[in-house]
Each structure stands twice: as C-alpha cells, then as structure tokens.
C-alpha cells in the first residue's frame, strides 16, 4: 500500500520559535495532502487542506499566518508552526491522498513546546 | 452541517462476545463511510468502506440511510482488536474526511 512519512516524529522547541514538520508520499504522488491535529484522547482536527503548487486552504479558526503550509511538489508537504506556544502542543497528523481519493495516513509529530 | 456520532468513548467487551460501535452521521446527501482503526503505537489506517461491501478482520459494516448509521460489528472478538475506532464520512466526489470523535475498544481475555 501507499506509503507516507513524517519527519520528525517529535520535536521539543522553545516558546517563541519556529518548527517544520515534513510530510512526504513515498511511493505514490498526492496532489492533495491534509494536515490533522490530535488532541490526547481525542478525534483528529483537520486544519488545513494542501494543494500542490497552490494556497492551501485552512479550516475556521486555524490560523494561516500561524500553520504555514507549503506543498512545493507532489510528494512534499511541509508545516511550519510559527511563534510556537505551549497551547500549541500537540499530536500533528499529515495524509496523502492517492487513487480514489483514498488517504493514508503519516505516523504524526509530536511537538512539545516548552 | 455534517457531522459524525459515535456515542461510547470507550466500549469493553470480553474475548468471544459480539461488538458493535455505534456511528450515525448528518449529511444531506450521498456520502461515502469509512470505518478507521488505529492500534497502539501506529498510524491511523483504513478498515473497511461501505462502498466495498466486504469483510475485513471478520468486521462488517452496512449502511443504513434510514437511520443515517454505519455501524461496525464483529461477531467474535479477539483480544487483538482492542484500538480506536473512528467513523468518516466523505461527500461524494470529495477528498476530505469528517472524523467522529472515536471509540476505543478494549477486549478482554
């Protein structure tokens, strides 16, 4: 089956910096990824919908100029989470989506931010 | 607006007895269902869809317009079907998933 990475699994930053997260496709191409946040013990929140060579598209309420999302190719997606806060800790989720509008699903980041 | 229920957090069952995990959905069209599982320590990763009709890991799942659910039954379970559960709902012709807030299953010996 198809086959997506995350990179890295977690990441420790202090409060006021910037961290990227990766999300690639590895044997398959996905014009089309989504980033997910994962609460403890909760449901998965799609943020943000990426698009290959254009503007993602961001869910209410999250914050474009906070998740920056750039999917410059089409095995490639990134996030970045700028001015990171402790509210911003959590479980970060990518997918891709391949034949059939089918997703599958990266490991997720956890990012910690003290 | 769409939505997807799935009413237990938390459903535990002994080894051998039937499951069932409830999912209703509110969507006004056609949409696509999906049941996801995720076990301790890995990915999210599909389970079966009702467009398929099919079994997977002796689950099965019907859709029922009428009462807008898709539950996920499984007549005898087994000790290695305790994960977490979720219910999606895609709109036709859509690429993004509507997750419903998860059941996590634990099957007891």
């Known amino acids: 089956g198809a086959v997506v990475s995350q990179h890295p699994s977690r990441v420790i930053c202090k409060s006021g910096t910037s961290v990227k997260i990766e999300c690639r496709s590895l044997d398959f191409q996905a014009t089309t990824m989504f980033w997910y946040r994962q609460f403890p013990k909760q449901s998965l929140m799609l943020m943000a919908t990426?698009?290959?060579?254009?503007?993602?598209?961001?869910e209410q309420g999250v914050e474009k100029d906070k998740f920056l999302i750039n999917h410059a190719s089409l095995t490639l997606s990134t996030l970045t989470v700028t001015s990171a806060h402790p509210e911003d800790s959590s479980f970060y989720i990518c997918?891709?989506?391949?034949?059939?509008?089918?997703?599958?699903f990266g490991p997720g980041t956890r990012l910690t931010v003290t | 607006a769409q939505r997807v229920t799935q009413p237990e957090k938390l459903l535990s069952v002994f080894k051998g007895a039937p499951v069932e995990l409830k999912c209703n959905y509110s969507y006004s069209g056609s949409p696509e269902l999906f049941w996801y599982v995720q076990y301790s320590r890995q990915r999210l990763q599909l389970l079966l869809r009702?467009?398929s009709r099919e079994s997977i890991k002796g689950f099965t799942a019907d859709l029922n317009k009428g009462e807008t659910s898709f539950h996920l039954k499984k007549p005898f379970a087994q000790e290695e079907d305790s994960a977490m559960y979720y219910c999606?709902?895609?709109?036709?012709?859509?690429?993004?998933?509507?997750f419903g807030q998860g059941t996590r299953l634990t099957i007891n010996p």
């Open positions: 999606a709902l895609r709109f036709k012709g859509a690429q993004k998933l509507v």
């Open positions: 009702h467009i």
């Open positions: 997918s891709g989506v391949g034949e059939a509008y089918e997703q599958y």
């Open positions: 990426s698009n290959e060579g254009s503007k993602a598209t961001y």
